[in-house]
């Protein structure tokens, strides 16, 4: 993961910051696909 080679812990969180939110924006959209498909 690129996050451990940067110098700067404020960019590291940030690039961490960024990928949970992808990840919690990919669930999120996971979740809507599953719930419509049980309303179909």
Partial sequence: ???????RSGQTHLIISE???AAVDS???E???????ELA
């Fill in 27 to 29: 669930h999120v959209k």
């Fill in 31 to 37: 979740n809507r696909r599953i719930s419509t498909w």
């Fill in 1 to 7: 993961m690129s996050s451990v080679v940067l110098p």
């Fill in 19 to 21: 990928e949970s939110t």
